[in-house]
């Protein structure tokens, strides 16, 4: 295991969520038609994002839950944050709401900007 999958809890992650690197992230989400959120709050979203995600804040509470309920669930979902915390948070709440397959970007956008 290395010290940032540490730092960040990776070891304890349910089978369902997998933190990829941002080559692998970038080259899954090129593939074609993907459920890409971005689960920073709008200041955050419109200050910069990845192409094609929707904002879903995690802080909303409801609004995120209602917001994700209109996405498949069998589907796989590639979630990120500003640094991945939020959305290993995220991540596991989704799991909990029953989708299949969660993918979150190590690091969040500040890899993806570098």
């Given amino acids: 295991m290395s010290i940032l999958g540490f730092l960040f809890k990776e070891h304890n992650l349910p089978d369902e969520i997998q933190v990829m690197d941002r080559e692998e992230y970038k080259e899954a989400i090129s593939r074609g038609k993907v459920q890409l959120v971005d689960v920073r709050t709008k200041a955050e ?30 589907a796989p979902v590639f979630i990120y944050c500003q640094s991945g915390n939020r959305s290993q948070k995220a991540a596991r709440r989704l799991v909990e709401l029953g989708f299949a397959k969660v993918y979150d970007l190590r690091g969040g ?6």
Avoid: M, T, V
Wanted: hydrophobic share 35%; net charge positive.
């Fill in 45 to 74: 979203f419109a200050s910069g994002h990845i192409n094609g995600a929707k904002n879903i804040d995690f802080f909303q509470g409801s609004a995120f839950e209602s917001a994700f309920s209109k996405l498949k669930k069998d």
């Fill in 109 to 114: 956008y500040r890899s993806w900007c570098y």
